[in-house]
């Protein structure tokens, strides 16, 4: 579905060249859940944004469904960013003086959807997260976990192939990362493809089918989560999994 042959970013900066990802290989099938960990400024959200077309690599290839995106032009990565892929950023990105129908429905307006399909989509969509009978309401008026479910709607509205999740529980308290989770937890029993960058354990323990654990800019370990979490072989992870799980 998704592969990533030795991708290399950089960023040029005044003084000096940052490579964020140092020759990521990587492969992805249709309805795994993988859990990408790793200390901040590892390149965990680099990765997911060259994954998701918000960002280009430096060298190397993404191919999607077979297909090289090297020749790319700025078209083909509109059209694979409207209908392939969802992203939830941390932040929920939600436009105050708009209903929470009216903001699902933003981004179906943008890709040229219909009136009467893009209000049935994000419909649809909102009664997946629990929040169908919140459409005429606010986000003012709605808790963070309630805006993050928002912002998970206006993802599935675009009916994508692969969701991607940077980090969408970190400024929520635990209830309200509950509510999130569950959400998640759901979609992938309905066999959704995603990748989330988190530092939720339980929930890379439990729910994720794969784990790839990064750091400087490279993928140090890529296993099942039992494999993961129960081999002691894996000492390079040892003092971040301690620091995250006794936090």
Not at 35 to 51: A, E, F
Not at 101 to 125: D, H, I, P, Q, Y
């Amino acid at each position: 579905m998704l592969e990533l042959e030795n991708i290399v970013k950089e960023y040029l900066t005044p003084d000096e060249t940052v490579t964020a990802l140092k020759g990521i290989t990587l492969k992805f099938r249709k309805s795994e859940f993988v859990s990408v960990l790793g200390p901040s400024g590892c390149g965990k959200t680099t990765l997911l944004n060259i994954i998701g077309g918000l960002d280009r690599y430096t060298s190397g290839d993404l191919a999607i469904d077979g297909k090289s995106t090297k020749l790319y032009t700025d078209k083909d990565w509109d059209v694979y960013r409207n209908h392939s892929i969802g992203f939830v950023f941390q932040s929920y990105n939600l436009i105050p003086h708009q209903t929470v129908a009216e903001n699902v429905e933003l981004a179906l307006t943008l890709a040229g959807v219909s009136t009467a399909e893009r209000r049935e989509r994000a419909k649809k969509a909102l009664e997946k997260v629990g929040l169908g009978n919140k459409l005429n309401v606010r986000p003012n008026q709605l808790s963070g976990g309630q805006k993050q479910r928002i912002a998970i709607a206006r993802a599935l509205a675009m009916e994508p192939e692969v969701m991607l999740f940077d980090e969408p529980t970190s400024a929520l308290d635990p209830e309200m990362i509950k509510e999130v989770l569950d959400v998640m937890i759901e979609l992938a029993r309905e066999g959704m493809t995603m990748l989330i960058v988190t530092h939720e354990m339980g929930f890379a323990k439990n729910v994720a089918t794969r784990i790839l654990f990064m750091n400087d800019g490279k993928i140090l370990e890529d296993e099942k989560p039992e494999e993961f979490f129960n081999n002691p072989k894996h000492s390079r992870t040892k003092e971040f999994l301690y620091k995250v799980l006794n936090k």
